[in-house]
């Protein structure tokens, strides 16, 4: 398997050095690096004395750490300990740090129609998705049409304010699909609380870019589908959240086939006809599950699910390098080399 850590990239050096040879104002940046949710994460701030920025990112970190330890299905967290709750589909009390990521995982689970679905950790686990390492095989045909039938979804989750029971044994959350956008609009809220005005906060790829760099926009490179190389740019407008969905971040070849980490809920197998899928929106959570979400519903399908989850900046490449978007998109992406046939829909 091959796992990329950037679908998206910051173009802050390289733009940086074009902007001081035209003359323009130097801006300081400040950045920290770590890894934490299974991916680098990267803050960079601008504009900011040295001291502020320090206890700002260190701040960042902080969080960052403490969301992982919470939000991991996989290892010993609060989340965890729900799902083994929610298997005995008896009510019980959920935990405050994972309620908010529930209710609004369900809200977006029916504005996806279904398609945006994190009940199906229980399908992320037999794949082998959940694992640090990678996974070399797909599992029994039979494992997979036998939890399908079962259809976990997050329509079988009750929730009364206080309690929360499944109606379903089979479901498991797992929030890799949101949590990362969720994380993401957290730290960056706490910037903007402790007087941060520019800044990227950047998880592997996936980030919400606030203010400026200096007297330029924040200049954003979006990732080829293939992994390598860069397909199209585009400048930020003030507070933006941009993430990408792609076939290259996890992925597995077996017998000749490849399987990527983006399961179709309805099939159980990865989502097919789509490479990638960008998505720019005010809120990252939003913006990480719809990229899924249009993702699995296909070169097709996309502009209906889209309608359905209010976002109007999408671009959707295709298994075929087809690249479709909307029109509001199509007025600020910047293509490196023209893509093969580009086709404008509306959501």
Known sequence: MKRSLAGIAILAVVAGLLYYAAGRREVELHQREFFVMGTLVSITIADTDRATALRAM???EEDFRYMDRTWNPWKPSALRRINQLLASTEWFSVAPSVEPLIRDSM???????GLFNPAVGGLVALWGFNRDEPPTTPPPREAIGDLVARAPSMADIEFDGIR???????????FGAFAKGRAVRIVTDLLLE????????NAGGDLRAIGRRGDRPWRIAIRRPSGEGYLAVLETRG??????????????????RRYHHILDPRTGYPAEGVSSVTVV???????????TALFVAGPEKWPETARAM????VMVVGSDGTVYMTPAMAERIRFEEEPPRVVIRSP
Do not use: K, P
């Open 281 to 291: 929106h005010g809120d990252a959570g939003l913006a990480d599950a719809a990229a």
């Open 194 to 201: 402790m007087g941060i005005r520019n800044a990227i906060v």
């Open 310 to 313: 209010g976002v109007e900046q």
């Open 164 to 174: 929360i029971r499944s109606r379903n044994a089979a479901v498991q959350l797992d």
């Open 107 to 113: 809200e977006l689970y029916e504005r996806s129609g």
């Open 58 to 60: 260190e701040a960042a």
């Open 239 to 256: 507070d933006e959240s941009i993430f990408t969905s792609g076939d290259y971040e996890r992925w597995f070849e077996y017998q000749g």
